[in-house]
């Protein structure tokens, strides 16, 4: 047996952006920017949305969903890809490797099912909306987030107690900021097919069910405003949606981007400029573009500025 099958990990080096050396002040600066930026953006939106009455409907409560989403994934990455600019590596434990890629799976998940509620929320109040009322209820509004909650959290535990039964044995060194799924399994000396297998029909249900939910939500949606009367009424119904359309399309374009786009000729600093796209770059765009793009936010930070 040679020595990779003796020597039992422990911890994990993350190189981070050993390639970005030139650039490190400038990168430090702009991640902790960027962070601040993010966490007050989202903090902003869930007090708004808890303390404005106006705010107090199915849509905007998702919302807060959405930006406690934000608020996991950015704090699970930043902090240490920070450590990782100034000491050009990061030493982890493994179960910390682990755990972190934990928090990142759940907190992407958890987008996704988001998104899918919100989708359903914009189907019912513009294809339905004299049921909206009856249907969308604040009762299964709660159960909808507790579900998704659970059941997130209880398929991505499974997922994370395979990676510990597997066996890692050498090397310890991932060339990239964070722990994601494919570095970690590319250290395993184990079989990981059953995993893989597993992370794939894990997938259908945590990425693909929701997509196909907003894709066939939005289908109904464009259908129903193209049938009404009036430009007017068309234009209204468009931009009640409108923001959530434009955070779909980033949170999609960045994962397709990043999973389903050949890997192949692409360099690692191409690999890591689009992770740090979806990993902290999108959790600062969404409540920018809540604010900016929502009449009923705008006026609740009027009315708070008074």
Not at 22 to 29: R, T, V
Not at 53 to 70: K, N
Not at 198 to 205: G, H, I, Y
Not at 265 to 281: E, H, I, N, P
Request: net charge neutral; aromatic share 12%.
């Amino acid at each position: 047996m040679n020595e990779r099958n003796h020597t039992i990990i422990n911890e994990i080096f993350l190189l981070g952006f050993k390639n970005f050396h030139n650039l490190k002040i400038l990168l430090f600066i702009l991640l902790l920017a960027v962070y601040f930026v993010t966490i007050c953006g989202n903090l902003l939106i869930i007090v708004l949305v808890s303390y404005s009455r106006a705010l107090q409907s199915p849509m905007y409560f998702f919302l807060t969903q959405l930006s406690i989403s934000d608020i996991l994934l950015t704090t699970d990455i930043v902090p240490n890809s920070l450590v990782c600019i100034i000491a050009e590596e990061l030493v982890m434990s493994f179960s910390g490797c682990i755990t972190q890629f934990y928090i990142f799976a759940f907190s992407e998940s958890l987008e996704c099912f988001m998104l899918a509620l919100m989708a359903y929320d914009r189907y019912l109040a513009i294809c339905n909306p004299l049921r909206y009322t009856t249907i969308m209820t604040f009762a299964l509004i709660y159960k909808m987030i507790l579900i998704s909650w659970i059941l997130l959290a209880s398929f991505l535990l499974v997922t994370t107690l395979s990676l510990f039964g597997l066996q890692f044995c050498g090397p310890n060194v991932i060339d990239h900021f964070f722990c994601d799924l494919a570095p970690i399994l590319q250290l395993s000396c184990s079989e990981t097919s059953a995993l893989e297998m597993e992370v794939f029909w894990m997938s259908m249900v945590v990425v693909v069910l929701p997509s196909v939910m907003i894709v066939t939500s939005y289908g109904c949606i464009v259908a129903t405003i193209l049938s009404l009367s009036s430009n007017l009424q068309r234009r209204k119904a468009f931009s009640t949606c409108s923001s959530h359309l434009t955070v779909v399309g980033i949170f999609y374009g960045t994962l397709i981007t990043v999973y389903m786009i050949p890997k192949k000729g692409v360099s690692l600093t191409a690999s890591k400029v689009v992770s740090l796209l979806y990993t902290v770059v999108t959790p600062m765009l969404n409540p920018i573009i809540y604010s900016l793009r929502n009449q009923d936010i705008k006026d609740t930070i009027r009315k708070l500025k008074k």
